[in-house]
Structure formats: C-alpha cells, structure tokens
C-alpha cells in the first residue's frame, strides 16, 4: 500500500509533490489526488464548452469547422 501511495504521490503535478523530503500521510496524498482529478474534470468541461461555442459560431461548412470536426473524430 505504501509503494502505491508513493507512486500517486509522483503522479501529482502540484502541491503535495513540492514535499517529496518529507513524509507524507496517505490520506492526504489521496485527497490531494482527489482535488487534481477534480481540477482535471473541471478544465475538461470547460474545454468541452468553449470547443461548442466555436463550432456552433463557426458556419457549418466553413473549412475551420471540417478541421475541427475531422479532429474530434
């Protein structure tokens, strides 16, 4: 359980990582772990709402609308 919360800990790009010298309970790795996946959700609906309003504003048969379907897909 130890190695695996070792490993978790190396996974998160901010915050608990600034503290590899010093130990580090479990539960805190896991709910710093907890708050990054909930960031990561976060910018994922964000990204998901603005990629929306562009392809709703960008005329359907443009070429810029092709493209960005085509990379969807």
């Known amino acids: 359980m130890t190695e695996l919360i070792s490993k978790l800990q190396q996974l ?7 503290t590899k010298s010093s130990r ?4 805190k790795v896991l709910q710093e772990t907890c708050n990054y996946i909930r960031s990561l ?12 309003e562009l392809l709703n504003s960008a005329d359907t048969d ?6 960005i379907r085509s990379l969807i897909m």
Not at 41 to 52: F, G, I, M, P, W
């Open 41 to 52: 959700h976060r910018e994922v609906d964000d990204l998901s709402e603005k990629l929306s």
């Open 24 to 27: 580090v309970s479990a539960s």
């Open 62 to 67: 443009s070429a810029q609308a092709a493209i």
């Open 12 to 18: 998160i790009p901010h915050g608990i990582n600034q």
